[in-house]
T-cell receptor, first 114, second 113 residues
Framework: QKEVEQDPGPLSVPEGAIVSLNCTYS??????FMWYRQYSRKGPELLMY????GNKEDGRFTAQVDKSSKYISLFIRDSQPSDSATYLC??????????????FGTGTRLTIIP | DVKVTQSSRYLVKRTGEKVFLECVQD?????MFWYRQDPGLGLRLIYF???????EKGDIPEGYSVSREKKERFSLILESASTNQTSMYLC????????????FGSGTRLTVV
């Protein structure tokens, strides 16, 4: 079993819809949770970062972490064609030495249809 | 604008060649990483480095080596390229501390023929 599971999709939704992307994980030591967005033929870029449980909102994006269920989500409101990309979740347990190593999901490919 | 720069976007090499992939970051980050990304397999860590001249194996180090002679530069070496090393290679860096995330380069698409 992988430490981080992410549905690869592909996921296609109409413009303006609410998108929900999810990851589950098995390592209870994870406490830092991130979402990366990767456009075609580009490197991933950090989109959202959350520490421990709770919600974080940034514009049209909301990240949620439920540590009791080992489940994280990314919601995109009023989705736009420019949101079409692959979204990767990532998480880490942190490190006493500051040498953090992330564990990534495999990514969900999202297409927003105009 | 802070950057991780990978020297080549596309590279075609022959089987058996020694291949060098270069990565430079301008953020004074301590940590640097090399990943390969393949459809259905996601990002897989090849090697990482926490300091100059330091290196540690990731999940799939076989067939690869690395070099970090300067803080800003981290090189990935394919000792004898094989067709199963055809992939997208991504370099990343991060500062010391926790919860910073990584900054990635744009990637090098390597094809071994």
């Amino acid at each position: 079993q992988k430490e981080v599971e992410q549905d690869p999709g592909p996921l296609s939704v109409p413009e303006g819809a609410i998108v929900s992307l999810n990851c589950t994980y098995s390592n209870s030591a994870f406490q830092y949770f991130m979402w990366y967005r990767q456009y075609s033929r580009k490197g991933p870029e950090l989109l959202m970062y959350t520490y421990s449980s709770g919600n974080k909102e940034d514009g049209r994006f909301t990240a949620q972490v439920d540590k009791s269920s080992k489940y994280i989500s990314l919601f995109i409101r009023d989705s736009q064609p420019s949101d079409s990309a692959t979204y990767l979740c990532a998480m880490s347990a942190g490190s006493n030495f500051g040498n953090e190593k992330l564990t990534f999901g495999t990514g969900t490919r999202l297409t927003i249809i105009p | 604008d802070v950057k991780v720069t990978q020297s080549s976007r596309y590279l075609v090499k022959r089987t058996g060649e020694k291949v060098f992939l270069e990565c430079v970051q301008d953020m004074d980050h301590e940590n640097m990483f090399w990943y390969r990304q393949d459809p259905g397999l996601g990002l897989r860590l090849i090697y990482f480095s926490y300091d100059v001249k330091m290196k540690e194996k990731g999940d799939i180090p076989e067939g690869y080596s690395v070099s970090r002679e300067k803080k800003e530069r981290f090189s990935l070496i394919l000792e004898s390229a094989s067709t199963n090393q055809t992939s997208m290679y991504l370099c990343a860096s991060s500062p010391l501390g926790q919860g910073h995330g990584y900054t990635f380069g744009s990637g090098t698409r390597l094809t071994v023929v």
